[in-house]
């Protein structure tokens, strides 16, 4: 075992267990970017077996692989540009975004063309100024109105849910609510209106609405570990383990230069261990010593440069670490996946997305 990604799906479903106690809404578990890079069907699968009634991709691509394996469940891809199948996603029961009077009118055109009524859900921007109708929306709400489309869902996104008390939270919410008041006028009124992501859904009750979109947290990472604590105070429990074989332990004198750049020398005497993950893999290249492994019962920080498929940890003088043993890079025992990303300058869903698929996912 050169590497591999560990992970436990029980942990999966405590985590949707948690949330799903505290909440009337229903729970679309966000499998997006490979499940948060801990694998879409074994994730989707477990993520409906623990509860969640709905899906949420962002690609079509995404949406088929989920369909193609069976998964039938209410599935929503949200990211497709105008080039995207809508014809065989209207086919494969894949329900669609609609953020542009644009995309209504190549949605609705493949609906025709497959002879079927698409399945929709109307995106608005309520002040992040990305995804959803903003300027059309007049424009919009006349021609939603004779278009053949079953309008099943009115969505929006949180630009700041991480951070509770930020006016703009309760902002978006009102122009949520003043839209939605206005599409109803017109008669059409969505069965499932939706807007908290993780943060909101652990923040902002009044945000739930008919669904909940569960990312981050499902996969037990807490969205802001600044504003709103780390995954242990919010009782959520990360689910995967990332780890990789020790390639060679060595000896090697004080002032000793590691790596490229002779970035850092050793300080003592010590003994180093060479991990067998670079950045090919996703551990980013300038992760500093605050990450680490955790090996032979100790923590050993980085040092020097992450290479390309391989990086250098002080192990100290005196660890009984060995090559070819097993070392934890994060996961429970160590260092924490908010410690990488910290150490990394980053974020957790950059560091649990950015893992390559060239490392194995295993389940547990
Ligand atoms: C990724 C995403 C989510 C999930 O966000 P988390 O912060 O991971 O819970 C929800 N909704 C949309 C539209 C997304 O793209």
């Not at 609405?209 to 504003?227: A, E, F, H, Q």
Request: charged share 20%; proline share 5%; net charge negative.
């Amino acid at each position: 075992m050169r590497a591999v990604v560990e992970v436990n799906l029980k942990a999966i479903a405590n985590n949707i267990a948690l949330i799903k106690n505290a909440t009337s809404a229903e729970i679309l578990a966000v499998v997006k970017a490979d499940a948060y890079g801990h694998g879409l069907i074994p994730i989707a699968k477990c993520a409906i077996q623990s509860g969640a009634t709905w899906l949420g991709v962002a690609l079509l691509e995404e949406a088929f692989t989920l369909r193609e394996s069976g998964v039938t469940t209410p599935l929503i891809a949200w990211l497709t540009p105008p080039s995207a199948d809508f014809k065989a996603a209207i086919d494969s029961n894949i329900d669609l975004s609609i953020p542009s009077l644009r995309h209504l009118e190549l949605v609705v055109a493949a609906g025709k063309a497959v002879g079927k009524t698409p399945r929709v859900h109307i995106e608005v921007d309520t002040g992040m100024s990305r995804g959803g109708l903003l300027g059309e929306w007049q424009e919009f709400l006349i021609a939603i109105k004779g278009a053949d489309v079953e309008v099943i869902g009115f969505w929006s996104h949180f630009a700041r849910a991480d951070e509770p008390d930020e006016i703009a939270n309760e902002k978006q919410l009102q122009e949520f609510e003043a839209k939605l008041t206005e599409l109803r006028e017109q008669g059409i009124n969505p069965k499932y209106v939706h807007f908290a992501n993780s943060a909101a859904i652990l923040t902002n009750q009044t945000s739930h609405n008919d669904i909940i979109r569960l990312g981050i947290s499902m996969y037990g990472l807490s969205p802001d570990v600044k504003t709103l604590g780390s995954s242990e105070s919010l009782n959520l429990e990360p689910a995967m383990t990332l780890k990789a074989e020790v390639h060679l332990v060595k000896r090697v004198p004080a002032g000793s230069p590691v790596g490229y750049g002779g970035t850092q020398k050793t300080s003592r005497d010590t003994k180093l261990a060479i991990i067998t993950m670079g950045y090919s893999d996703g551990i980013p290249r300038n992760t500093t010593s605050a990450a680490g492994v955790f090996i032979a019962g100790a923590k050993a920080p980085i040092i020097g440069r992450v290479s390309m498929d391989q990086f250098v940890v002080d192990l100290g003088p005196d660890s009984d670490a060995k090559i070819g043993d097993i070392a934890e890079i994060f996961g429970p025992l160590g260092y924490s996946i908010d410690d990488w990303a910290q150490a990394a300058g980053t974020i957790n869903y950059e560091m649990v997305t950015r893992i390559a698929t060239r490392v194995p996912r295993i389940y547990a």
